[in-house]
């Protein structure tokens, strides 16, 4: 595949490793986090760890976004679903996120629930347009990639005069999420975590572009190295974090340069904050309540605001107390030092968030790494 | 008395425009006609000609293979297929990883009221004429009506006997650490076929299901007297469900080489495109066979010769592994498991 391939050369990821090994300093231990499910993805199912040397450790981030979806966000999508025989259309890996009462937006679905999985929020568009007589909500969630097109979709269907559509908004955004974990006790103070810099996101970045991580090496003396979400993108960016932790440097470098730009895409920041607005706080799963970590549409488009619509208040419920999600998603504790990792936890019955997507750090763990995790003999 | 008895006159169906109705299900008139002038004429044979509730067949000297499988594919038309010839092809290749020669076929159709007869008939026809060239009649079949809205067009399960010589036991139960895996051709081709009409997406090339009745060609594996331990046909799930099947039954460990794994470029690509990995894609053409290493080249070669499995490629093995996983070692350097398919293969959204 062109232009694919091309990032996936093994001969080239040699030359890669080559270097890492050779510039990382033995007295030395790197720690970095992958902030994006992207890239843990990438770093589990191409097998990444296995090339580093060992003084060199990956840390998977929450930047996963059906992970740090909190349950009782979920809740709220399948009471209009059940209770209010509203339409709700998803994302796939969202339907699979579990909820209060053993339930999830797929389990909602098997009891009658009217959810209908998309890949575009312009789907959901289509179903309200198809359905003049039914009330349609999509149920919004993810970073600053997915929400352009959500913002555009609100705008289209004002601009058509959709009456029966709204949307459930839950866009989180990335970097209020990295100071919050900058600024978490582990890392801060008792040094639980040793973070020594990041990978930056790579779709996010295409948007919000490079500027907004300067904040974290200028105040936190953090270097982040913006990368693809390709294999090459990520080893590149190990070699380029080590080479700024071995000069003492800390920079904003773009590994991405074929999609980032320092200022990202104005055109769709534009839109976005014509039609949404910071939330004063949000409820992140595994991190709790981030100030100004998230969006909610703006009054100028109440109508579509399925929160205001349908008046579902938000009730945060806790997390099954097993659970280890949170600590994995601050990158404290790894999947398999959770007890349920395995047992009761598994992708085909995720108990935390982590489980449900292949982005989650326990989901990309438990397909892709669980060999390491015990002994095995040798092909 | 007019000794003359006035032939009985029944206007044929009317296929152009005609629909099914909850009449064809009756077991009257309206369904005899339906049968007669829709099913029986297509399939026509010796068996099925009998008329009878069940079809009366010789017997043949062996064990008997029996499989069933349903059939409810979307869309119904495919590029490269549709849900008749796939439902023959389907049934044939489950008896024939067994090792068996298919005898017979049976057919049962679930079809839901309103559903167009020329689309029926399009069906029937594919079917009759993936039969036939096979050389596996349907001998016997039946047939429902459900109102609108309780099945999506037509539903057909197929199930087919066949019979194995001795000396021939296949079971995926049979692997053993140093046995070779194969497979005969490019993996996914089937699934993304019906993804990209679903999601109509548009592909400069199009994608064509790899729908085929593979006992010839597992007919010539076997004759080459390779030591065959088990084949397969990785339908739903994929390569990789199916390889974690085996390991789990043999209780063995497979590891895979990933640059061994042929893909079409274009297969490739939509798979990329909607987040799926090609490993847990479906195919309907395609088997795995495992083998003892010293005849995996020949049973290659054999593979090679013949013209469903001209990309036919050697994979992997087995080794011992008390955990039976299926590893890969990734054409990036490194290694991964390959596990089984959790829920759906749900696209990645970010």
């Known amino acids: 595949m062109k232009y694919i391939d091309e990032f996936r050369d093994g001969e080239l990821a040699k030359n890669i490793v080559a270097n890492i090994r050779r510039e990382a300093a033995t007295n030395k231990h790197y720690s970095f986090m992958e902030f994006c499910g992207g890239h843990t993805h990438a770093i589990s199912r191409y097998g990444i760890a296995d090339l580093l040397p060992a003084n060199v450790r990956m840390i998977h981030g929450p930047g996963c976004p059906v992970c740090v979806l909190p349950i009782g966000r979920v809740d709220q999508a399948i009471r209009l679903a059940l209770e209010m025989n509203v339409i709700v259309c998803t994302y796939a890996d969202t339907m699979r996120v579990p909820a209060s009462d053993n339930l999830s937006l797929m389990r909602a679905k098997s009891r009658g629930g009217d959810v209908r999985m998309i890949y575009s929020p312009q789907d959901a568009l289509k179903i309200a347009r198809d359905n003049p007589q039914r009330e349609v909500v999509f149920f919004a969630i993810g970073f600053e990639t997915t929400t352009p097109p959500t913002a555009l979709i609100i705008k289209q269907a004002k601009a058509e005069g959709i009456a029966n559509f709204s949307v459930l908004c839950n866009h989180v955004l990335t970097p209020a999420a990295i100071t919050h974990i900058l600024q978490s006790p582990e890392v801060r103070q008792y040094g639980t975590v040793p973070l020594d810099g990041f990978i930056g996101p790579a779709h996010v970045s295409v948007v919000i572009g490079s500027q907004p991580y300067e904040h974290f090496s200028n105040e936190y003396r953090k ?40 200022e990202g895409n104005l055109k769709a920041q534009a839109m976005v904050s014509e039609v949404l607005e910071l939330r004063r706080s949000f409820e992140w799963r595994g991190l709790g309540e981030v100030p100004y970590s ?20 938000y009730k945060p419920v806790a997390d099954n107390r097993a659970c280890e999600c949170g600590a994995i998603l601050r990158g404290v504790k790894k999947p398999q030092d959770c007890k349920v990792f395995g047992t009761v936890c598994t992708p085909e019955n995720p108990l935390g968030s982590c489980m449900v997507s292949s982005e989650g750090a326990c989901a990309a763990h438990y397909s892709y790494g669980r060999f390491k995790d015990i002994e095995v003999v040798s092909a | 008395m007019n000794g003359e008895v006035k032939k009985g006159y029944v206007r044929a169906l009317d296929i152009k425009n005609g629909r099914v109705d909850m009449s064809h299900g009756s077991g009257g008139r309206a369904m005899a006609q339906l049968i007669e ?85 399009r069906i029937v026809h594919s079917m009759a004429a993936a039969a036939r060239e096979a050389g596996v009649p349907v001998v016997t079949g039946d047939t429902k ?90 339908t739903r799930g994929g390569l990789a469900t199916t390889l974690n099947e085996i390991a789990k039954q043999s209780s063995v460990g497979l590891m895979i080489n990933e640059e061994a794994i042929p893909v079409k470029p274009v297969v490739a690509a939509a798979c990329e495109f909607l987040g799926l990995d090609p490993l847990y894609v479906a195919n309907e053409g395609k088997l795995i066979a495992i083998c003892a290493a010293a005849d995996a080249e020949r049973l290659l070669a054999v593979m090679r010769a013949h013209p469903l499995a001209g990309d036919a490629a050697i994979i992997g093995a087995a080794h011992a592994d008390p955990h039976h996983f299926v590893q890969m070692k990734t054409s990036f350097g490194g290694r991964r498991n390959v596990d089984w398919l959790a829920g759906e293969q749900l696209p990645r959204i970010c």
């Open chain 1, 223 to 262: 270097p982040v190295v913006i990368a693809g979400f390709e294999p090459l993108d990520v080893l590149q960016a190990i070699l380029m974090l080590i080479r700024q932790i071995n000069d003492g440097r800390a920079e904003v470098e773009n590994e991405f340069t074929r999609a980032v730009t320092r």
């Open chain 1, 294 to 313: 998230a969006l909610k549409i703006r009054s100028a488009y109440a109508l579509y605001d399925a929160e205001t619509r349908y008046g579902i208040g």
């Open chain 2, 37 to 121: 002038e829709m099913f029986a004429s297509a399939f026509d044979n010796e068996y099925l000609r009998q008329g009878n509730d069940g079809a009366l067949l010789p017997t043949a000297g062996g064990r008997l293979v029996m499989a069933t499988d349903a059939h409810v594919v979307s869309p119904l038309f495919f590029p490269g297929g549709d849900i008749g010839c796939l439902s023959v092809h389907g049934t044939i290749n489950d008896v024939a990883v067994m090792g068996a020669k298919p005898l017979y076929l049976a057919a049962s159709f679930i079809l839901e009221e309103g559903f167009p007869l020329i689309d029926l008939q």
């Open chain 2, 145 to 234: 009506v459900v109102e609108q809205g309780k099945a999506d067009g037509v539903f057909i399960t197929t199930t087919g006997v066949g019979v194995v010589m001795d000396g021939v036991n296949l079971s995926g139960a049979n692997v053993r650490p140093g046995d070779v895996i194969l497979i005969s051709g490019s993996m996914g081709d089937h699934g993304m076929a019906i993804m990209s009409r679903r999601e109509n997406l548009d592909f400069d090339v199009p994608i064509e299901s790899d729908t085929a009745a593979l006992h010839h060609l597992i007919a010539a594996m076997l004759e080459s007297g390779a030591d065959i331990r088990c084949l397969r046909d990785p």
